[in-house]
């Protein structure tokens, strides 16, 4: 059973910065599309920023410019680093990890980053 964990997120100031890691351990299939997604009270979850196997990356427009993705394919390892964040950032993030194509797909618990001061 494959298990998803995220860590990095917590209380920051608006302006400052963020970095979110995770992890996918367990899976025997080779994962060829990672991202990160958010839910905010009240809202749907939301795409934030996409890294695909041959390192194309997507990102929503509210965080274009501020948010980076990156990640170790092989290594089934993705990070989120979030600059100059805001308060419209906090949300419940997300890690999501799929081979396209077939139903496989990994969510992860969550993790909470709050944007206040």
């Known amino acids: 059973q494959a298990q998803v964990m995220e860590s990095g997120g917590g209380l920051v100031q608006p302006g400052g910065s963020l970095r979110l890691s995770c992890e996918v351990s367990?899976?025997?299939?080779?994962?060829?599309?990672m991202g990160w997604y958010r839910q905010a009270p009240g809202k749907e979850r939301e795409m934030v920023a996409i890294?695909?196997?041959?390192?194309?990356?997507n990102y929503s427009d509210s965080v274009k410019g501020r948010f980076t993705i990156s990640g170790d394919r092989i290594k089934n390892l993705a990070y989120l680093q979030m600059n100059n964040l805001e308060p419209e950032d906090t949300a419940v993030y997300y890690c999501?990890?799929?081979?396209?194509?077939?139903?496989?797909?990994?969510w992860g618990q969550g993790t909470q980053v709050t944007v206040s001061s």
């Open positions: 999501n990890a799929r081979k396209l194509g077939t139903p496989v797909e990994y």
């Open positions: 367990g899976s025997r299939y080779r994962l060829n599309h």
């Open positions: 890294l695909t196997s041959r390192m194309y990356t």
